[in-house]
């Protein structure tokens, strides 16, 4: 079984491999979910190993539920790292009991009556990152684990693997193992980007971490060499052809809200996300969120660029040092495009309609996306005043 799906994957491989620039849209995991970026929270960014526990998941499930985030989208509600201890004699993980007094099915239950859907964390090797027990030689036994608890999304990091273990193979394996439960589960694959997950993992996940961990700041490079907002955005661009319904793209979780960045980094942050195609998971605390974080996380009409049914991701169109524009295609055959200004000055910056894909000579209605307003039709070209480290957000519809 193990051998010929590991045949089946190296065949689809080759595929990708062989398509070259056409990227692996043809090859899209079909396991019937994520064909839309996946959309919800994720504990680690805000509370990490030492703050998680079952009180803050069910307060988080309560916010998600009542504050608009669910109507706009917001579906997944995921534990990371630090929910487990070790195994029992049967080798069945065993949920950290002090922090999660309840069980996982009683917090999979609870999740489940707010409408929501629920998410758990494994690592393909020993020992998660934060050394709880990893699912190497229990694949089939944690799936169906999970599938009982009922579980619907999965994130498998890739810390403490065995010398040599194969990315492709291991999350083929745990590809199959959830197949096995026969119960949809979004998988999410996090070897943050070291073996190029883009190349092989198309028919393997539903979204892979793209690079390393996001750090809460606009330019990390500037402050101490780590992955801001702008680094992994250089780094995301150019693979948008590997993304598409069933398989994206992972820029990792959103950092909206959680202090390091300004209003306008903030927003820059998440319009380029949506940009991307790019699960949206935000990573803040949901019960104590400023009205600046909730505006942000809550424009519809950026979730919806985000969301578009076609899938294609966004990609850089033109770059100006640090002034650049980015286009996404959409669905109705118009553009979402952004223009970010990375420079420490307000700067005015304009999208040609031939750096978009569009005759000089159409017209097409201008909407500007934060401001919520319609700026009227525009032929040739659309410039705006951008500040710093912000973008103005729109959409261009011939
Ligand atoms: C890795 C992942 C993070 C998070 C932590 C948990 O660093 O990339 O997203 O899951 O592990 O320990």
Request: net charge negative; hydrophobic share 40%; glycine share 12%.
């Amino acid at each position: 079984m193990r051998i010929r799906s590991m045949v089946v994957t190296g065949f689809m491989g080759l595929m990708v491999v062989l398509s070259g620039t056409t990227g692996s849209r043809a090859f899209g995991l079909d396991n019937g979910v994520a064909r839309t970026p996946p959309m919800g929270w994720n504990s680690w960014n805000k509370f990490a190993c030492k703050g998680i526990n079952e009180k803050v998941v069910r307060e988080t499930a309560d916010q998600m539920a009542s504050n608009g985030m669910k109507d706009a989208g917001y579906e997944f509600v995921v534990i990371d790292d630090c929910w487990q201890t070790g195994r029992d004699a049967q080798g069945n993980i065993v949920a950290d009991v002090e922090r999660f007094p309840s069980g996982i099915k009683a917090l999979a239950d609870y999740v489940h009556s707010k409408g929501l859907k629920f998410g758990i964390y494994t690592d393909a090797g020993t020992m998660t990152c934060a050394k709880r027990p990893g699912s190497i030689g229990h694949e089939y036994q944690d799936a169906q684990q999970y599938a009982n608890w009922g579980v619907d999304y999965l994130k498998e990091d890739w810390c403490n693997t065995l010398p040599g273990q194969s990315s492709e193979s291991s999350y083929t394996l745990m590809r199959e193992a959830l197949k096995a439960t026969g119960r949809p589960i979004v998988f999410s694959i996090c070897e943050w980007g070291s073996t190029k997950p883009w190349l092989w993992a198309g028919s393997i996940g539903n979204m892979w971490r793209s690079t390393g961990d996001i750090q809460d700041c606009w330019d990390c490079k500037k402050a101490w060499g780590g992955n801001g907002v702008v680094q992994i955005l250089d780094q995301l661009n150019g693979i948008e052809s590997y993304a598409g319904p069933g398989h994206w793209n992972d820029p990792d979780m959103l950092e909206v809200g959680n202090g390091g960045m300004n209003k306008e980094e903030n927003r820059a942050h998440f319009s380029m996300w949506a940009l991307l195609s790019a699960p949206l998971l935000a990573g803040n605390d949901l019960a104590n969120m400023s009205a600046d974080t909730r505006e942000i996380l809550l424009n519809k009409e950026v979730i919806a660029v985000d969301q578009d049914v076609m899938g294609l991701q966004g990609r850089r169109v033109k770059k100006m040092g640090d002034l650049e524009v980015w286009s996404k295609q959409l669905a109705d055959g118009g553009r979402a495009v952004a223009l970010l200004n990375r420079s420490d000055k307000a700067a005015t910056i304009s999208a040609d309609w031939t750096d978009i894909g569009y005759p000089t000579t159409v017209s097409a209605a201008v909407r500007d996306l934060w401001a919520k307003k319609d700026v009227g039709r525009k032929s040739g070209s659309y410039s705006a005043e951008v500040p710093s480290h912000g973008v103005v957000m729109v959409t261009v519809k011939p």
